[in-house]
């Protein structure tokens, strides 16, 4: 198993750039490809952003598309999300996961952080 802890998130204006982070621990980090949910207050959790166990394949909500970036550093196990130009509608709680399944639901990911509060004001 992996156990999945979140930083890196706060208040931020509308415009401005947030880097969250994810560190593992565990032995199996590189295993798993891994991905980036949030959650809107009274909202489903949504996928943001996933990659592959080598960090070169990419996937992106539409919604972040251009924005945002994911990434990892399997020696420091690891991943980040590096988000830039934020917007009011991006405000929630980001949760890290690894992905064990072939979509982008959160059935098909496990091993969830605590998450970590994104705010974004006008």
């Known amino acids: 198993q992996v156990q999945l802890v979140e930083s890196g998130g706060g208040l931020v204006q509308a415009g401005g750039s947030l880097r969250l982070s994810c560190v593992a621990s565990g032995r199996t980090f590189s295993r798993y490809p891994m991905g980036w949910f949030r959650q809107a207050p009274g909202k489903e959790r949504d996928f943001v952003a996933a990659l592959d166990r080598s960090g070169v394949s990419t996937y992106y909500a539409d919604s972040v598309k251009g924005r945002f970036t994911i990434s990892r550093d399997n020696a420091k196990m690891t991943v980040y999300l590096q988000m830039n130009s934020l917007k009011l509608e991006d405000t929630g709680v980001y949760y890290c996961?690894?992905?064990?399944?072939?979509?982008?639901?959160?059935?098909?990911?496990?091993?969830w952080g605590q998450g970590t509060q994104v705010t974004v004001s006008s």
């Open positions: 996961a690894a992905q064990l399944g072939i979509g982008t639901e959160p059935k098909d990911f496990a091993f």
